[in-house]
């Protein structure tokens, strides 16, 4: 089945560690997307992609990095820049242009003690 | 920055009422798509309107896109409880979606 494969689906760290999302799709889409979901604040995007080698920094980018080697791939790194990292983060791909809305991975709660 | 507001944050019915969430965004929108999240998931997309008065139709759900492609809703009328989750609406921009803070819908038996 086509989809999109995020891991782990918790992740515990100790604060000041750098921690790598992971973000697999097999859609053959062109574009990714991280979101950052926190309680009552909605979506809120991180980075994205929409080709391969290039990406863009969204509204907080901030404490965060990405890479876009192969379509398939997009990880995300946490860095110990980001003033709060715990939050469930939420991978996302679609077709660059056509009326087909995003599909998302089953996220990752990342929580940092 | 483009914002999408969403009201209201939360409601919670009985089973058989209906229901209804609004989206406003501070700009004309090319398009707006509904996602549902259920607890404890992630967002699935339910769909896209693009043309102004655009309404369509989903079994129990009418989505609506105002005229001025500025503002949305969805209804779910008769509700049931499988219809639990947080429903966000989301606003294209030049190149990305921006969300709503989504409303959150308990729906007690």
């Known amino acids: 089945d086509g989809g999109i494969t995020q891991s782990p689906k918790y992740l515990f760290r100790k604060e000041g560690q750098n921690v790598t999302l992971s973000c697999e799709q097999n859609?053959?889409?062109?574009?990714m997307y991280w979101y950052r979901q926190d309680p009552g604040q909605g979506l809120r995007l991180i980075y994205y992609?929409?080709?391969?080698?290039?990406?863009q920094k969204g509204d907080i980018a901030e404490g965060y990095s990405v890479s876009r080697e192969k379509k398939e791939s997009f990880p995300l790194t946490v860095t110990s820049a980001q003033k709060n990292p715990t939050a469930f983060y939420l991978c996302?791909?679609?077709?660059?242009?056509?009326?087909?809305?995003?599909?998302f991975g089953s996220g990752t709660r990342l929580t940092v003690v | 920055g483009q914002q999408v507001m969403q009201i209201p944050q939360y409601q919670h019915v009985q089973e058989g009422e209906d229901f209804t969430t609004y989206c406003n965004s501070s700009t004309t929108l090319s398009n707006i798509q509904w996602y549902k999240q259920r607890p404890g998931g992630h967002p699935v997309f339910l769909i896209q309107l693009v043309k102004s008065g655009e309404v369509k139709k989903q079994k129990r759900l009418t989505f609506q896109f105002g005229e001025a492609k500025k503002n949305s809703s969805l209804h779910i009328t008769a509700t049931q409880t499988t219809d639990v989750g947080t429903y966000f609406c989301?606003?294209?921009?030049?190149?990305?979606?921006?969300f709503g803070k989504g409303t959150m819908l308990l729906v007690s038996p």
């Open positions: 989301a606003g294209q921009g030049y190149s990305t979606l921006t």
């Open positions: 996302a791909s679609s077709i660059v242009q056509g009326n087909y809305g995003y599909t």
């Open positions: 992609s929409q080709i391969v080698n290039d990406f």
């Open positions: 859609l053959n889409h062109d574009a």
